[in-house]
C-alpha cells in the first residue's frame, strides 16, 4: 500500500455522508488480493516484428502474407471494406460484428507491388503491403489516406498474453473523430485517450477522460476523403493522437500520427472508405442496423434519482398537463428499489406499481426503469439463488465468486459472455414488464464496483466465459455492458415480440446500436457539462450509436434558469431527450424555474412533438443507412475544413441546422452555413452560404435554420402528418423523405420520396412513385417565400 492509496483510505472513511465508507476500502483490498493471485506477472518481454516478406498465398478478395515473425491475412469485401489481420487473426470471433462476414471481392486481387511489396486493387480503395509490413491505404486515384506502419509486439518470454503497437500516419489536413463517447470532442485534439470503460464516480465535464462507452473506432475527415478504421480488439489500450500540420508554402507537412498500444488480444481491423454517409452505411453493415425505437421514446422524459415515491410520479405528471406540457416517459431510479435490489419493488413508495404504470399509460405517458447489472449476495434472494444455481455469476481465477460493493451493499456480477446467462437474465425483464413499465435505462454497467482506491470493477484476473473460450476480465470488461443490453434486447424480443424494445445504457462497445442507445452519464452541472453534452453526443453518432442524449440540466447541482433553459433547448433537437438529476441536485421540472422558462421551454416541447415526425424518419433512416440523426456540419462536404473545426453547430438530418447556445448571456451568435440557401425557421429569413452569419438566439429560442428545397414531415395542428416544404432557390430544386410510422411493431414501412421546384411563380410538390409523380398524400404547406411576386 502507498501513501497515496492511504490518503485514499482515510479520506473515503471520514468523508461525511458517504454511503459505503470503511467497505469501500475493504472492497478495494479485496480487488488487490484477487488479482495479486490470479494474475501472471509479465516478467521479462521480448520485443517483435513481421520481419520481411517470405512467402505469399493469393486468396479470395487479398490473400496470406507471410513475413519472417508473423503472417498478415487480407480481404477487401465487395462494399469496399478492407480487413486485415496480424499473426493470421480472422475477423470471428468478434463482439463488435453483427453476425456475418462480408464477402469477399472476386476482383480484388493480391498482385506483386514494387519494391518486394504487394498490393490490393479494388474498385473503391487500394492497399499497398511493403515488404517489412507497413500497411498503406490510398483511395482509387493514388492518394494516401493512412499509412500504418510495421507493428511492434511485446510477447513475456515465459509465455502470456503480447502487448502491442500500431503507429499510423494520416494527412496533414486530416481531423479525428470518434473512439466512442469523448466529452473533449467530437473533434479530438492532440491527446492520449483511454480505452477502458469508466464511471468517473463524479459528475464530469468535457476535461474528464475516459468515460462510460470506449471504442477504437476512429473516423478521419481529410480533404482526399473519409475514412474510418475499427481495431477489433477490446482489451485496455491508449490511443495518442496528434494533428498533422501543413507547411506555408514549403511543401513540408507534417503528417497527423495515432499510436495505438493494447494490452493484449488480436491485431486486426477494418476500414472503409468514402463519403461520411457510405462510411457509416459500410459500419451499419458490418456491426448491425442500429435498433429502431417505439415513437414515444423519442418524445419527451422526466426522470429523477429520488422521486421519493407513487405520490410524487402523479404530482409531476399532473404538473406537465397542468402547464400544457407535453410528456411521453417517466424513468425511475435505484430509490423504487426494495433496499436497491434490481428486479424488485419497494411496495411502501410504490404500493400499486402496475395501476400507475396503467394510468401514466392512459395519459400518453410510459413507465422506464432502471436496470444494474449488481445482484446482492443475498442467498434467499430468488435472482440471486436463480443465479447461483445455473452458475452465472463471475467467479475469480480460484474459482470463488467474484463479490464487489454497489448500491445493494455485497454484490455479484452475473457474466455476460455466456449465452446461457444472457438468456436467464432476458427473462428476468419479465417481472419488470409485469410491473408495467415499457422500457429501460441500464445503469452501472461498466461494471462499477465501488473502492476507495484503484479501479471501481471488477478484478482484471475475473473469470469470463467469453463464448467458451475462455478469458479474464481484461478482455471482457469493455463488452461487458454490451452482452448485457443483448441479453435484455433479446429476452424482451422473446416476452413482447410484437413490441419494439427500448433499451439504452450507460456503457457500451462497438455494436451497441444493435440493441438500443446510450445517454451521457452523469455529466456536471454547468456551462462546460452543456458543452460536453454536445459533443458526447456528435462523437457517438459518427461511432454508430445514433440514439442518445444527456442528462438535462446537468445530474448535479442546481442550473440556473438561463442554464437550464439553454440544455433544455440543445435537448429539444438531440433523439434521447430526458430531464435527470441526482435527489442531492436541484428540481429539473420546468415550472420550477419560473414563468419565463416555463413559457420557454413549452414552446420547445411544442416544437419537440411538432417536428416528432421527422425523428420518426430519422431513426428509420438510421435503421436503414446507419446516419445518425445528429450530425456535423461537414457531413455533406468534409473536404470544406471550415465546418470541420465548427463544433458548437450541428444538422438535425439532412434538412435543419441547430445552433445551440452554450455560451451565458448570448442573445445572438455565429453560425457557419454550409454551401446554399438556408431560412431562420422563425422569422423565414434567408441566408446564404458557405460562410459565417450572425443570427438572433433571444431567449425564447436558440436558431434553427432549413435548407432551402427540404420536405419536412411534420404534425399538423390536427395531429395528422403534415409536409413542411423550404422554398428551393431559383433555379434549383430541393428533396426529402418521409417514413410515416405506426408507432411500434416490424412492419417495414413505404420511404416516401418528394422533390421540389419552381413552376411560374408557385412551389410544386411532388412524390415520386415507380408509374411517375404524384401528388403528394399529405397537406403540404410551403414556407420561405418571398414576398409578393416570384422573382
Not at 121 to 148: D, F, K, N, Q
Not at 150 to 173: F, K, L, N, Y
Not at 310 to 319: K, L, S, T
Amino acid at each position: 500500500m502507498d501513501g497515496r492509496d492511504l490518503v485514499r483510505s482515510v479520506k473515503s472513511v471520514g468523508a461525511a455522508g458517504a454511503a459505503h465508507g470503511l467497505r469501500t476500502v475493504r472492497a478495494a483490498w479485496r480487488r488487490r488480493r484477487v488479482d495479486a493471485a490470479g494474475l501472471p506477472e509479465r516478467g521479462a518481454e521480448r520485443a517483435r516484428v513481421p520481419g520481411p516478406v517470405t512467402e505469399v498465398e493469393p486468396g479470395p478478395g487479398g490473400g496470406l502474407i507471410r513475413f519472417a515473425r508473423s503472417e498478415l491475412r487480407i480481404m477487401v469485401a465487395v462494399n469496399g471494406t478492407v480487413f486485415w489481420g496480424w499473426d493470421g487473426a480472422a475477423p470471428e470471433p468478434s463482439y463488435a460484428l453483427a453476425g456475418v462476414c462480408p464477402e469477399p471481392d472476386p476482383r480484388a486481387v493480391l498482385e506483386p507491388d514494387k519494391d518486394g511489396g504487394w498490393r490490393v486493387v479494388a474498385e473503391r480503395v487500394t492497399l499497398v503491403i511493403s515488404r517489412h509490413g507497413a500497411v498503406e491505404v490510398l483511395t482509387p486515384g493514388g492518394v494516401t489516406l493512412r499509412r500504418e506502419q510495421p507493428p511492434r509486439w511485446w510477447e513475456p518470454v515465459h509465455g502470456g498474453v503480447a502487448r502491442w503497437m500500431q503507429r499510423s500516419e494520416v494527412a496533414s489536413d486530416a481531423r479525428f473523430f470518434g473512439l466512442g463517447g469523448r466529452a473533449s470532442g467530437p473533434r479530438l485534439r492532440d491527446g492520449t485517450y483511454r480505452l477502458w470503460n469508466t464511471d468517473p464516480g463524479r459528475p464530469f465535464g468535457p476535461d474528464e477522460d475516459p468515460l462510460y462507452v470506449t471504442m477504437p473506432v476512429q473516423m478521419v475527415v481529410a480533404d482526399a476523403s473519409t475514412h474510418l478504421i475499427f481495431y477489433d480488439t477490446s482489451w485496455d489500450g491508449t490511443v495518442s493522437l496528434a494533428e498533422g500540420e501543413e507547411g506555408a508554402g514549403s511543401g513540408h507537412d507534417r503528417a497527423g500520427t495515432s499510436e495505438l498500444r493494447m494490452d493484449g488480444g488480436p491485431l486486426r481491423c477494418w476500414v472503409m472508405v468514402g463519403t461520411p454517409a457510405r462510411v457509416l452505411l459500410c459500419w451499419a453493415s458490418l456491426t448491425g442496423a442500429p435498433a429502431l425505437p417505439p415513437v414515444w421514446a423519442l418524445g419527451h422524459h422526466h426522470a429523477r434519482w429520488g422521486f421519493g415515491g407513487e405520490q410524487e410520479v402523479r404530482r409531476i405528471v399532473a404538473g406537465y398537463q397542468e402547464h400544457g406540457l407535453p410528456l411521453d416517459a417517466v424513468h425511475l431510479d435505484i430509490d423504487h428499489f426494495d433496499g436497491h435490489q434490481v428486479f424488485t419493488v419497494d411496495h411502501e413508495r410504490f404500493p400499486k406499481l402496475p395501476g400507475l404504470a396503467e394510468d401514466l399509460r392512459r395519459d400518453g405517458v410510459r413507465l422506464v426503469s432502471i436496470v444494474d447489472p449488481a445482484v446482492k449476495a443475498a442467498p434467499g434472494g430468488a435472482l440471486y439463488d436463480g443465479g447461483a444455481a445455473r452458475d452465472a455469476f463471475v467467479r475469480d481465477a480460484s474459482g470463488q465468486v467474484v463479490r464487489g460493493l454497489v448500491w445493494p451493499g455485497e454484490s455479484v456480477f452475473p457474466d455476460f459472455t455466456d449465452a446461457g446467462v444472457r438468456a436467464w437474465w432476458g427473462r428476468q425483464y419479465e417481472e419488470r414488464l409485469a410491473q408495467g413499465f415499457a422500457g429501460f435505462w441500464h445503469d452501472m454497467n461498466e461494471p462499477t464496483s465501488f473502492a476507495a482506491f484503484g479501479e471501481s470493477t471488477l478484478p482484471r484476473s475475473a473469470r469470463h466465459a467469453l463464448e467458451g473460450r475462455g478469458g479474464d476480465h481484461r478482455e471482457a470488461h469493455n463488452v461487458y455492458a454490451l452482452g448485457m443490453a443483448r441479453a435484455a434486447y433479446e429476452g424482451l424480443r422473446e416476452l413482447c415480440p410484437e413490441e419494439r424494445p427500448f433499451v439504452f445504457s450507460r456503457a457500451g462497445w462497438a455494436g451497441m446500436q444493435r440493441y438500443g442507445g446510450t445517454w451521457s452519464g452523469d455529466v456536471a452541472t454547468g456551462w462546460p457539462g452543456l458543452r460536453a453534452s454536445l459533443a458526447l453526443v456528435m462523437g457517438l453518432g459518427l461511432c454508430g450509436v445514433p440514439y442518445s442524449g444527456p442528462d438535462v440540466g446537468g445530474f448535479d447541482g442546481f442550473p440556473s434558469a438561463e442554464l437550464y433553459l439553454r440544455w433544455f433547448q440543445l435537448g429539444a433537437y438531440l433523439p434521447l431527450f430526458r430531464t435527470h438529476a441526482s435527489m442531492r441536485a436541484g428540481r429539473r421540472e420546468p415550472w420550477e424555474f419560473g414563468p419565463d422558462v416555463l413559457g420557454h421551454a413549452r414552446g420547445a416541447l411544442l416544437e419537440r412533438r411538432r417536428l416528432l415526425p421527422y425523428f420518426v424518419t430519422l431513426a428509420h433512416l438510421a435503421r436503414r443507412t446507419g446516419a445518425p440523426y445528429v450530425r456535423p456540419l461537414w457531413w455533406g462536404a468534409p473536404e470544406d475544413r471550415a465546418l470541420r473545426d465548427c463544433e458548437d453547430a450541428f444538422l438535425l438530418g439532412d434538412a435543419l441546422l441547430v445552433a445551440p447556445v452554450l455560451d451565458p448571456g448570448a442573445d445572438r451568435r455565429a453560425v457557419q452555413l454550409p454551401r446554399g440557401r438556408w431560412y431562420d425557421t422563425t422569422t423565414e429569413r434567408a441566408y446564404e452560404g458557405p460562410g459565417q452569419v450572425l443570427v438572433d438566439a433571444p431567449l425564447a429560442r436558440i436558431p434553427v435554420l432549413a435548407r432551402a428545397g427540404a420536405v419536412l414531415p411534420v404534425r399538423g395542428k390536427d395531429g395528422g402528418l403534415e409536409l413542411e416544404v423550404w422554398a428551393p432557390a431559383r433555379g434549383r430544386t430541393g428533396s426529402g423523405l418521409v417514413v410515416a410510422d405506426s408507432g411500434d411493431g416490424w412492419d417495414e414501412p413505404e420511404v416516401e420520396r418528394y422533390f421540389t421546384r419552381w413552376e411560374g411563380s408557385q412551389v410544386v410538390v411532388e412524390r415520386e412513385r415507380e408509374d411517375g409523380p404524384a401528388e403528394p398524400p399529405h397537406p403540404v404547406r410551403v414556407r420561405g417565400l418571398p414576398e409578393g411576386p416570384a422573382q
